[in-house]
């Protein structure tokens, strides 16, 4: 599976932005989704996740309300739309797909895309 994120940039807080996962190669029907982030100095952390079909999803504390993954099984391509921006939402995203369900859990996941830069300013 490759993944391939975009629709980063910079942003005033209050804004939004929504982020893509394109996915190719491997079907990822059974696949678990996520996005994760990483500011600088700090560790990778969960941000939302999905499972393929849908069915269920999960959100970081931190991003709940504002924060929607969802994807379109056509493009096979998962979406993670961003309002509400902080400064502390500050970081490179990085979407990933497991060979499995849900999981907040970087190791568990067997695929990372490149990272896209969000950056809110104050």
């Known amino acids: 599976v490759q993944l391939q994120a975009s629709g980063g940039g910079l942003v005033q807080a209050g804004g939004s932005l929504r982020l893509s996962c394109a996915a190719s190669?491997?079907?990822?029907?059974?696949?678990?989704m996520g996005w994760f982030r990483q500011a600088p100095g700090k560790e990778r952390e969960f941000v939302a996740g999905?499972?393929?079909?849908?069915?269920?999803?999960v959100y970081a504390d931190s991003v709940k309300g504002r924060f929607t993954i969802s994807r379109d099984r056509a493009k096979n391509t998962v979406y993670l739309q961003m309002s509400v921006l902080k400064p502390e939402d500050t970081a490179v995203y990085y979407c990933?797909?497991?060979?499995?369900?849900?999981?907040?859990?970087?190791?568990?996941?067997?695929?990372w895309g490149q990272g896209t830069q969000v950056t809110v300013s104050s």
């Open positions: 999905m499972n393929w079909r849908g069915a269920s999803t």
């Open positions: 190669g491997r079907t990822v029907s059974n696949n678990g």
């Open positions: 990933a797909a497991r060979l499995g369900g849900l999981s907040g859990i970087p190791a568990n996941y067997n695929y």
